[in-house]
T-cell receptor, first 114, second 112 residues
Framework: EPEVTQTPSHQVTQMGQEVILRCVPI?????FYWYRQILGQKVEFLVS????????KSEIFDDQFSVERPDGSNFTLKIRSTKLEDSAMYFC????????????FGSGTRLTVV | DAKTTQPPSMDCAEGRAANLPCNHS???????VYWYRQIHSQGPQYIIH???NNETNEMVSLIITEDRKSSTLILPHATLRDTAVYYC?????????????FGTGTRLTIIP
């Protein structure tokens, strides 16, 4: 069964450093998403991406965040200057460009900011 | 999207049917009911969705009441691997561009 692949599985970074979280969505999917889950809290929407541009973003997705599809397969989330409160599981997901099809999520990247 | 209400936790004996309720009393006519689950901090996993008819796949059944104000996800023969948090989410379909709003879900524990 096709999978969404995320790397790395765990990243530790110092406060103020930039991190890039990587995702390979399912190849024929056209919508891409990032969600995050702070330990013990709900899964929260960050951003959706379609046709090489952001289609929707949440209030969490401020100027320190950016997304990119640098080539035909990867989808990345960059956090420019990490803060302690950015520590969370970050999940990438993808879906095809049609109705009533569930998302496929990756296994996540655990980001720890120290 | 309509708000949903789920019990915070449930237990079920292994091999028995697990019935997970969800209340969505403010659901509107074009909104679908989706179910996802999250096993121990892994990424959420899509399970099933429905509009007004009951739906079944190889894993579960989804029963939606006639007034669509509530639904029940049924795992017919629960196994230990079904221990997870189950989320009921109401969505207006938009050709893949649907933002999922996760609540706190129901933590289902399957007991040996």
């Amino acid at each position: 069964e096709p999978e969404v692949t995320q790397t790395p599985s765990h990243q530790v970074t110092q406060m103020g450093q930039e991190v890039i979280l990587r995702c390979v969505p399912i190849s024929n999917h056209l919508y891409f998403y990032w969600y995050r889950q702070i330990l013990g809290q709900k899964v929260e929407f960050l951003v959706s991406f379609y046709n090489n541009e952001i289609s929707e973003k949440s209030e969490i997705f401020d100027d320190q965040f950016s997304v990119e599809r640098p080539d035909g397969s990867n989808f990345t989330l960059k956090i420019r200057s990490t803060k302690l409160e950015d520590s969370a599981m970050y999940f990438c997901a993808s879906s095809p460009d049609r109705e009533n099809y569930g998302y496929t999520f990756g296994s996540g990247t655990r980001l720890t900011v120290v | 999207d309509a708000k949903t209400t789920q019990p915070p936790s449930m237990d079920c004996a292994e091999g028995r049917a697990a019935n997970l309720p969800c209340n969505h009393s403010t659901i509107s006519g074009n909104e679908y009911v989706y179910w996802y689950r999250q096993i121990h901090s892994q990424g959420p996993q899509y399970i099933i969705h429905g509009l007004k008819n009951n739906e079944t796949n190889e894993m579960v059944s989804l029963i939606i009441t006639e007034d669509r104000k509530s639904s029940t996800l049924i795992l017919p023969h629960a196994t230990l691997r079904d221990t997870a948090v189950y989320y009921c989410i109401v969505i207006t379909p938009n050709f893949g561009n649907e933002k999922l709003t996760f609540g706190t879900g129901t933590r289902l524990t399957i007991i040996p």
